[in-house]
Each structure stands twice: as structure tokens, then as C-alpha cells.
Nanobody
Framework: QVQLRESGRGSVQAGGSLRLSCAGS?????????MGWFRQAPGKEREGVAA???????NYADSVKGRFTIAKDNAKNTLYLQMNSLNPEDTAMYYC?????????????????????WGQGTQVTVSS
């Protein structure tokens, strides 16, 4: 069983920064090899933003490359998303996710996959 809890919600002006955190509670034998962040704006589907695998390899959606950075601290079971140069299009509910079986790519990891574990979500609002 994997339980995830996000923190770091906030409202910022365009150009600002925020850091999201996701604390994981893992009761199974291993930490999921793929962890990441998704987001969902009103009226839109949930989309992958960034992913990190067990070796620390990262990848990002094109819309956030160069602005967002995903990182993890295995000792603390915590995942982070540093978001810089935010713009109003980044406004969404952000979700921490984990999965034991997917290809760890923000572009191909579907929110509809069975076996996804989710946090409760945290709201990010960027004003112009």
C-alpha cells in the first residue's frame, strides 16, 4: 500500500515560484520505481507533468521543461516539484503519483493506468 500526501499549495503572480512536496508512506516491500506529478485544470484531463525513476532519471512535459524540476529524497520518502517562471496556464490541481509498473515518462504515463497511487491534490493558482 502506498499513501501520498501533497503540501505546498499556493497562489502566486506570473513569474513567481512555488515548491510542492509529497510525503510518501510505503507499507509494501519496495518504493515504487516511478514517481511523478500530474496536474488537472478545470474542464481538462489530468496530464503528466514530470516523472522520476528509481535511478533518479527525470523527464518532463514539453510545457514545463526548463521551468519545473522534480526531485526526491529517498531517506525522507519525499518527492518535490520546484516550479519557476509560473504562468497562468500552470493553474491547476497538482497530484503526486506513484506506480510500480509504468514506463517512467511524463509523456506516456497515463492518469488512467491501473495501479496508479494518488495523493489528494494541492491547488496552484497563478495570476497574471
Amino acid at each position: 500500500q502506498v499513501q501520498l500526501r501533497e503540501s505546498g499549495r499556493g497562489s502566486v503572480q506570473a513569474g513567481g515560484s512555488l515548491r510542492l512536496s509529497c510525503a510518501g508512506s510505503i507499507s509494501t516491500y519496495s518504493i515504487p520505481p516511478c514517481m511523478g506529478w500530474f496536474r488537472q485544470a478545470p474542464g481538462k484531463e489530468r496530464e503528466g507533468v514530470a516523472a522520476i525513476d528509481s535511478s533518479g532519471n527525470t523527464n518532463y512535459a514539453d510545457s514545463v521543461k526548463g521551468r519545473f524540476t522534480i526531485a526526491k529524497d529517498n531517506a525522507k520518502n519525499t518527492l518535490y516539484l520546484q516550479m519557476n517562471s509560473l504562468n497562468p496556464e500552470d493553474t491547476a490541481m497538482y497530484y503526486c503519483a506513484a506506480n510500480y509498473r509504468v514506463t517512467c515518462s511524463a509523456g506516456s504515463w497515463s492518469a488512467k493506468y491501473a495501479g496508479n497511487f494518488w495523493g489528494q491534490g494541492t491547488q496552484v493558482t497563478v495570476s497574471s
